[in-house]
């Protein structure tokens, strides 16, 4: 198995062809981000639609935006995201210095 000094994507799909990411895996915990996923987004087409009759916007649903409401719903309903927290080892300070 070779060893590279790098993170890299590999496509298994198109012959397993590496497209660098970044330099490090350091560099590359910095690059993942993610904002929260509102509690909103897992909310499920009948609740959206009950929630815009309820505000008064009953008139404006339409099954375009009840397809949308159920791709988002399907996208989100089981998705979790917690923190995570690292320590690198040149970011930990010793006691004894």
């Not at 000094?5 to 298994?12: G, L, T, V, W």
């Not at 009953?58 to 927290?85: F, P």
Request: aromatic share 12%; charged share 40%.
């Amino acid at each position: 198995m070779k060893t590279y000094k790098a993170i890299f994507f590999c496509n298994h799909e198109k012959g397993f062809g590496k497209v660098k990411i970044s330099d490090s895996f350091k560099e590359f915990i910095h690059k993942c981000k993610s904002e929260p996923i509102d509690d909103f987004a897992k909310k499920s087409p009948e609740e959206m639609e009950k929630m815009m009759i309820e505000k008064g916007r009953g008139n404006v649903i339409t099954e375009t935006l009840r397809a949308t409401w159920k791709k988002q719903y399907e996208k989100y309903k089981d998705m979790m995201q917690e923190e995570v927290l690292l320590t690198f080892r040149d970011e930990v300070k010793n006691d004894n210095e």
